[in-house]
C-alpha cells in the first residue's frame, strides 16, 4: 500500500533561515507528488505538483520541490522563510494509474517562524 | 468563482447519533472526494464521487456512506457516531477531464462526538 512519511513533525526557524521539509514515500509505480499547505484557520491550499518533466518544481510563494526518485523523496524548499509561512505542510501522492486519484498524506509538518 | 463549500462550519453530536455533512464543488468540478483529518494527522482518504456513484473507498466502516447529486453535490453521512469519529472532514473537487491534476479544498466540517 501507498505510504508517505514526512520526518520533520514540528520546525521552528527564524525570518530568513532557509527552509527544508523531508517528504518520503513508498510506492513501486509512477507517482504524481503534490504539496499542500494549510495556514492557521484557512482551509487546504495547493503549494506545488508535481507529475512529469523537469525533478525541480517551483510554486506559489517562492517554494519549490525536488523530486529524487532514487530515494522515493520530494522534499520542500525555500530559501529565506517569513513569517507569513507559520503554517502546516502536507506532502501527498496519488497513483495514476488509480483512476480515482486519492490523495495519500503524511502526517504534516507544523513550521513556526520566528519574527 | 466560489470555491468548495461545506456545510455546515461545526457540528457537536452525541455517541449513537447520525450526522449528514454536505458539499458543493467548484464550479465546473465533477467528481467529489470526501476525507478525514484527525487531530495532529494528514487527512485520510474516504471515498470519492463521480457521475452520482462510489468510485473508489479507502479503509472506512459501512456507517461512512455519501451520495452525489446530478448538480454533483455530495453528501457525507456517519451513522452510530463513535467518540473516534472527532475529526475534520475535508471536501474536496476535482475535474476528470484534467485527470484529477488538482483537487481543490473546502474549509471543512468540524465534527464534535460526545
Known amino acids: 500500500a501507498q505510504s508517505v512519511s514526512q520526518h520533520n513533525h514540528h520546525v521552528i526557524l527564524s525570518e530568513a533561515a532557509s527552509l527544508e521539509l523531508g517528504c518520503n514515500y513508498s510506492?513501486?509505480?509512477?507517482?504524481?507528488l503534490f504539496w499542500y499547505v494549510q495556514y492557521p484557520g484557512q482551509h487546504l491550499q495547493l503549494l506545488l505538483k508535481?507529475?512529469?518533466?523537469?525533478?525541480l518544481v517551483k510554486g506559489i510563494k517562492g517554494f519549490e520541490a525536488e523530486f529524487i526518485k532514487s530515494k522515493f523523496s520530494f522534499n520542500l524548499r525555500k530559501p529565506s522563510v517569513q513569517w507569513s509561512d507559520t503554517a502546516e505542510y502536507f506532502c501527498?501522492?496519488?497513483?495514476?494509474?488509480?483512476?480515482?486519484?486519492?490523495?495519500?498524506f503524511g502526517s504534516g509538518t507544523r513550521l513556526l517562524v520566528r519574527p | 468563482d466560489a470555491g468548495v463549500t461545506q456545510s455546515p462550519t461545526h457540528l457537536i453530536k452525541t455517541r449513537g447519533q447520525q450526522v449528514t455533512l454536505r458539499c458543493s464543488p467548484k464550479?465546473?468540478?465533477?467528481?467529489v472526494s470526501w476525507y478525514q483529518q484527525a487531530l495532529g494527522q494528514g487527512p485520510q482518504f474516504i471515498f470519492q464521487?463521480?457521475?452520482?456513484?462510489?468510485?473508489q473507498r479507502g479503509n472506512f466502516p459501512d456507517r461512512f456512506s455519501g451520495h452525489q447529486f446530478p448538480n454533483y453535490s455530495s453528501e457525507l453521512n456517519v451513522n452510530a457516531l463513535l467518540l473516534g469519529d472527532s475529526a475534520l472532514y475535508l471536501c474536496?473537487?476535482?475535474?476528470?477531464?484534467?485527470?484529477?491534476?488538482?483537487?481543490?479544498f473546502g474549509p471543512g466540517t468540524r465534527l464534535t462526538v460526545l
Open positions: 464550479s465546473g468540478h465533477d467528481t
Open positions: 508535481y507529475f512529469s518533466g523537469d525533478p
Open positions: 510506492y513501486g509505480g509512477t507517482v504524481n
Open positions: 501527498a501522492v496519488t497513483a495514476p494509474m488509480d483512476s480515482s486519484y486519492k490523495l495519500i
Open positions: 464521487y463521480y457521475e452520482e456513484e462510489e468510485r
Open positions: 474536496a473537487s476535482s475535474y476528470t477531464g484534467t485527470g484529477h491534476q488538482e483537487q481543490f
